[in-house]
């Protein structure tokens, strides 16, 4: 059988050929930098999870963005701090890890966790404007990380290194079909790889457990629950932590597995591109993953025009876009999604709105 | 459900204790976010490289920075007053962002991308005053001011759009249009509009069309000075003295109310956000005329985040924001002088925004004197109360 000629029949379509083309370079360059995809996706992933715990339980968190930027911080300050007093210790063999390493980890998700009861206290105690509170957050982290980042790389200091990804055999990467989805999930760091595991995990939990329930009741009809004799208040500061946890993984994922240092402003709105992929993912993990799959591949689509064009009519057409619009791509796709091009989706109830416990009279 | 909205508070039977209110919480504010930034940078001094600990470095920093905004007696003496004028110069862009996002504020809408559209503001400015360089100065000035605020307005009406028709929260597409305009500018600076062969990404001069210097405020007090604070009076002006402006207030009030009492919130949703757009754009257009007068890809200023920190502290009030821009000004005007003499870095005012900004929203005082301010309801809403619950 043979193909070329018809491809080449198809590419040769005016206008119409340009999406043949597109579709062929895709399937072209795609599988061979599907794991690139997972390192674009997993901060995606991982915090339009944080979205869909506190959303779920009614806590809109538009602080994501600054929760990861933190703990990005944080792993690469304690990772420097730490990683004399181990004697800089050498990569070890399973994903690298070393002591440093789990201690920087460990603190990017401590402090992931205490800025995310802050937002807690803020929007639920204190029943602060939910988006205000977020936001302060956002702008307290890029201040404070700022600030910080500029004293302490006065003296370019050298931090506890990174996460090595995991180095399939070669026969299962070369298999034929499957031998790139292999490689998209097994050539990875552990935070990236475990992210598969707790959105399945977070998806059971969500709609298959006890705590569950009550976290989307909480979330649908809160004044409902607490008549049942759920505690609102505990529940949603609960939600919100372990959400802050996951945003602190991905902030994690940024400073220690994607690279091994931190950049000023180095979440680049992926906090916010992930709330649009948990609203496209209809608040559920599974679907919020996959949304964040969705994003990545633009991102990842965004950097490969750069690095290898198309060749061709394509190629001619996507390299005089200037390569600065490619990267406004994930951005203004967020936008689209936003503005229901995927269909009207309905949020939680009770999404955002503080509860009042009523007056005991 | 609740009352309809109050009427407003600015006219006539101000309180004493409304106007304590409205000075005593963001001085006391400011004071504690001072005493705090003084307690950072002494935590931060074991990280100066080579410095020994001084137990007074608080004081040369702020010193230092008190010096940068407004100078010292000598200066004055000389009738030497550029460190007033820069602050002033400072200020200008904050009160337009100031404006923009208080503005939004009053319709129940967060514009948080007031960044973007100072950007593109003053992209339109560079294009148009690039363009008009040597026409007539006032046509030229006038010419690129009016397409600022048109690229600004254009950016606030995307957002405004979508969100009272396809129902895209105004926060997440606002900022996702901050990034967008990064791309844009450098997209353009970097290509169509950068001076050919030169080897910096950089546009042409604006010439004719930068804002004059006023004569009182040498060496460097622009037009956009005066600009700022006839667009606070006309901003308040719009909002207490029009009909429109009542609609506004009475949509960020309430907006099912505002919607029985005849009024379309979705629209006035579309026209406020491109109005707060145009004002974030006049921001950019004060800055590149009257600042930078070209343009380069690294264009780009804090102005946006502190717009924000400015509309709350003046809780969204067009002629409180005058001087908490000036506040804001001052300490970016200063902050130059204090990493040099301190070796604080500048972005020590970042933090210091950041501390305000937590006091002001996590005061219980505060909260409960913003509360009595902003309606008569049953307690869900705060500050500057914009639409969680109408978001979606």
């Known amino acids: 059988m043979d193909v070329i000629p018809v491809i080449n029949f198809l590419y040769g379509i005016p206008v119409l050929g340009l999406a043949f083309q597109l579709v062929g370079y895709l399937v072209a360059i795609l599988p061979d930098n599907s794991p690139t995809i997972m390192v674009q996706a997993t901060p995606l992933a991982l915090a339009a999870m944080t979205g869909v715990i506190c959303e779920r339980s009614g806590v809109v968190n538009i602080g994501i963005e600054g929760t990861m930027l933190a703990a990005a911080f944080t792993a690469w300050v304690v990772g420097i701090a730490v990683n004399p007093i181990f004697g800089n210790p050498a990569p070890s063999d399973i994903f690298g ?48 990380t700022g600030y910080l980042d500029q004293l302490i790389s006065k003296s370019s200091p050298v931090g506890a290194g990174e996460f090595a990804a995991f180095q399939p055999p070669q026969a299962l990467v070369e298999l034929p079909l499957v031998g790139w989805l292999l490689n998209m999930f097994l050539n990875l760091g552990p935070i990236a790889m475990s992210t598969v595991f707790l959105v399945i995990g977070l998806q059971v939990w969500l709609f298959w457990s006890r705590w569950g329930l009550r976290t989307r009741a909480v979330g649908e009809h809160p004044r409902a629950a607490e008549t049942v004799g759920i505690d609102v208040i505990r529940l949603r500061y609960q939600n919100v932590m372990i959400g802050g946890a996951f945003a602190g993984l991905a902030g994690a994922f940024l400073s220690m597995e994607a690279t091994n240092s931190f950049q000023i402003g180095m979440t680049i709105g992926r906090g916010f591109i992930a709330l649009a992929a948990m609203i496209m993912g209809r608040w559920t993990p599974i679907g919020g993953f996959l949304s964040a799959l969705l994003f990545a591949v633009f991102l990842e689509i965004s950097q490969l025009i750069k690095i290898a064009p198309p060749t061709g009519d394509l190629g001619q057409v996507m390299t005089s876009v200037p390569a600065q619009l490619w990267d406004a791509l994930p951005y203004l796709l967020t936008i689209v999604i936003l503005a229901g091009a995927v269909g009207r989706s309905i949020p939680p109830a009770a999404d955002g709105q503080p509860y009042e416990r009523e007056a005991a009279a | 459900m609740s009352a309809p909205a109050p009427a407003p508070r600015a006219r006539g039977g101000v309180s004493r204790a409304r106007v304590w209110s409205l000075v005593a919480v963001p001085l006391a504010v400011i004071v504690g976010s001072a005493v705090l930034g003084a307690a950072v940078i002494l935590l931060s001094e074991p990280l100066i490289p080579g410095r020994q600990f001084d137990p007074l470095l608080w004081l040369t920093a702020y010193e230092a920075m008190i010096q940068g905004a407004i100078g010292d007696p000598q200066e004055w003496a000389a009738l030497d007053f550029h460190s007033l004028v820069s602050t002033l110069v400072n200020t200008a862009p904050l009160v337009f962002g100031g404006l923009a996002v208080g503005f939004g504020f009053k ?25 008009l360089h040597d026409a007539p100065a006032p046509l030229a000035i006038a010419g690129a001011t009016i397409a600022g605020m048109a690229f600004g307005a254009a950016w606030g009406f995307v957002p405004g759009f979508l969100k009272a028709f396809a129902g895209a929260h105004e926060v997440v597409s606002t900022i996702m249009m901050n990034y967008v305009a990064i791309q844009l500018l450098a997209a353009l600076v970097s290509g169509p509009l950068k001076v050919p062969r030169s080897p910096q990404a950089i546009t042409f001069d604006v010439g004719n069309a930068a804002f004059p210097v006023i004569p009182f405020l040498q060496p460097n007090g622009h037009l956009g000075i005066l600009l700022a604070l006839i667009a606070a009076v006309g901003v308040w002006w719009v909002l207490y003295r029009t009909t429109w402006g009542f609609e506004v207030r009475a949509t960020g009030a309430s907006p099912d109310a505002s919607r029985y009492a005849g009024m379309r919130p979705r629209l006035i949703t579309v026209a406020t956000m491109t109005f707060s757009g145009m004002l974030a754009g006049l921001a950019g257009v004060c800055v590149l005329l009257g600042v930078t007068k070209s343009m380069t890809s690294s264009f780009g200023t804090t102005v946006g985040f502190d717009s924000i920190a400015v509309a709350l502290l003046a809780r969204s009030n067009p002629l409180a924001i005058v001087p908490a821009a000036l506040l804001f000004g001052g300490m970016r005007a200063g902050a130059g002088l204090m990493q040099i003499q301190a070796e604080i870095p500048a972005e020590l005012v ?37 639409a969680a619950e109408a978001a979606r």
């Open chain 1, 97 to 144: 890890i070393t002591m440093p390493l789990l201690i920087s980890l460990a603190a990017a998700v401590g402090v992931a966790v205490l800025i995310s009861a802050l937002h807690a206290w803020m929007s639920i105690t204190l029943r602060a404007d939910q988006i205000i509170s977020g936001t302060i957050i956002n702008i307290a982290a890029a201040g404070v």
């Open chain 2, 107 to 131: 319709a129940g809408l967060f514009n948080i991308g007031a960044q973007g559209q100072f950007l593109v503001g003053a992209l339109g400015a560079v294009i148009v005053g690039v363009w």
């Open chain 2, 350 to 386: 970042d933090v210091i925004q950041a501390v305000i900004l937590l006091a002001l929203v996590t005061s219980p005082v505060i909260r409960r004197l913003l509360h009595a301010d902003t309606r008569g309801s049953h307690g869900t809403e705060t500050a500057a109360s914009p």
